[in-house]
């Protein structure tokens, strides 16, 4: 295998002429979203540099607690982010929901690095990035979930309130919401897993192969953090769900806070 290229300044500006192309088409088109994109692009470049910097100080002087306070602060920004995307549900939701995040995150993270790569939780050159592709899929996913929950709560109003009144328990009416939740941030994941090897070639793995790795031992690599995502996202968006509806009815069968 030949060494990974290093790119330089120069080579690496390049790659910022593409938002030219975007900004044209979103001109063209009229959408009105060039000071989002500009802030996204900016907010990205500098937190990814802060992080390659605060992560090769990390590698360079490898401290357990360097490795837990990083894992820390990556599961508190990831629950503040979905709950900051879902400010109408109630407090009792919002802590079954960071409950559920970060329990799920942080129990798939340490089985995919303990039981499956087989080295310990504390080596940050394992840990940390495959934590932040579990997590950072799970926060999508639980975003993904309580957003058609909520909306499709808010649309069925009228006819929650008309099952109520004809007796309907809470329960009931309530699963089917959560299920199909459940299945909508579910199929982003699945439709990707269809047509990785053939359409795409994903992101841990082609890191790998430009890194030297033998493309085999990505590949192994890579099969496995899919399906630590698909597992993590169904977990995180279940619990979230299941635990955080019956929040929305009290203990005498009445709706309330949705």
């Given amino acids: 295998m030949n060494d990974i290229i290093v790119l330089n300044l120069w080579q690496f500006a390049l790659v910022y002429l593409l938002l030219i192309i975007v900004l044209l088409v979103m001109k063209k088109c009229r959408i009105n979203r060039t000071k989002l994109l500009l802030i996204a692009s900016l907010r990205m470049t500098v937190q990814l540099v802060l992080a390659g910097l605060a992560l090769t100080y990390i590698f ?3 401290h357990p607690l360097f490795t837990v306070l990083y894992l820390m602060l ?8 979905v709950l900051s995307r879902n400010k109408g549900i109630n407090k009792r939701f919002k802590v079954i929901v960071g409950i559920s995040l970060a329990g799920t995150g942080l129990s798939i993270v340490g089985f995919f690095i303990m039981a499956v790569v087989g080295v310990s ?4 050159q394992y840990t940390i990035p495959i934590s932040g592709m579990i997590i950072g899929n799970a926060m999508t996913g639980v975003s993904l979930g309580l957003r058609v929950f909520n909306e499709n709560i808010h649309a069925g109003r009228n006819r929650i309130n008309t099952l109520i009144n ?3 328990t809470p329960e009931r009416i309530l699963i089917p919401f959560v299920n199909q939740a459940l299945e909508t941030a579910l199929l982003p994941t699945l439709n990707s897993m269809i047509g990785m090897g053939i359409i795409s070639l994903p992101g841990m793995m082609t890191g790998q192969i430009l890194s030297g790795t033998m493309p085999t031992t990505a590949i192994l690599y890579q ?7 698909c597992a993590v996202t169904c977990l995180a968006v279940f ?3 299941f635990f955080g509806y019956k929040t929305l009815y009290n203990k005498r069968q009445q709706m309330c806070d949705y």
């Fill in 60 to 62: 360079e002087n490898p």
């Fill in 74 to 81: 990556m599961t508190v920004f990831a629950v503040f982010t």
């Fill in 121 to 124: 939780l504390f080596n940050p």
């Fill in 166 to 168: 004809m007796g309907v």
């Fill in 223 to 229: 099969i496995s953090i899919i399906i630590a995502i």
């Fill in 239 to 241: 619990c979230s769900l």
